[in-house]
């Protein structure tokens, strides 16, 4: 079993900048790709950003490049997403996931083998 928690969720005003953390641990964490997806109110959840192992290959939806940097740190086993220029439409719930597809950095949900619980994320205007 693979265990993740995110950190760094909260409330920031839009053109402001916070930087999400999750940790994984377990017994049988190795080599998996990790990303970042998010669900706000009344959506489905979606893909944001995702990396492989060990951290060569990145892959963003459009809605958040140029804005949004994920990278991991593999010796904490930790996943990173650095959110700036945040804006509205950003408010959502933050799930951190893993793969053992670890050649993959475009990620899909139906791929992901382990969720985090999540952490909120709202930006007001």
Known sequence: QVQLVESGGGLVQAGGSLRLSCAASGRTFGSY???????????????????????ESTSYADSVKGRFTISRDNAKNTVYLQMNSLKPEDTAVYYCAVTRDYRASFLTMNGMDYWGKGTLVTVSS
Not at 35 to 50: I, M, N
């Open 33 to 55: 790709a990790m990303g970042w997806f998010r669900q706000a109110p009344g959506k489905e959840r979606e893909f944001v950003a995702g990396i492989n192992w060990p951290g």
